[in-house]
Nanobody, 121 residues
Framework: AQLVESGGGLVQPGGSLRLSCVAS????????MSWYRQVPGKERELVAT????????DYADSVKGRFTISRDNYKKTVALQMNSLKADDTATYFC???????????????WGQGTPVTVSA
């Protein structure tokens, strides 16, 4: 199982970026997916989550109304549209596959390598 993020970069305050995460090696449509972010010296923070069908999403209060998580189960991708970016959004953003517990086996979480986002004038 592998997750590969892309789309990070430098953007001015108020600007937008779209992050993408491509999955491979597992049944993508069975898993809840999330975006996290981390600043050096701080704990990794949950940004947004989307359920396996894409019918339910949840966001950190700090990004509600500005960020949108979405997924395409055919293309095995999950995206994070980030609008009205602020300096406080500067971080490395990670894609995560949630663990999946069944009666016979537990499939562990999987993390991507991260993509850096810098919001600065």
């Amino acid at each position: 199982a592998q997750l590969v993020e892309s789309g990070g970069g430098l953007v001015q305050p108020g600007g937008s970026l779209r992050l993408s995460c491509v999955a491979s090696g597992f049944s993508f449509s069975a898993y809840e997916m999330s975006w996290y972010r981390q600043v050096p010296g701080k704990e990794r923070e949950l940004v947004a989550t989307i359920n396996s069908l894409g019918s339910n999403t949840d966001y950190a209060d700090s990004v509600k109304g500005r960020f949108t998580i979405s997924r395409d189960n055919y293309k095995k991708t999950v995206a994070l549209q980030m609008n009205s970016l602020k300096a406080d959004d500067t971080a490395t953003y990670f894609c995560r596959r949630a663990p999946l517990v069944t009666y016979t086996i537990t499939y562990p979480e999987v993390w991507g390598q991260g993509t850096p986002v810098t919001v600065s004038a």
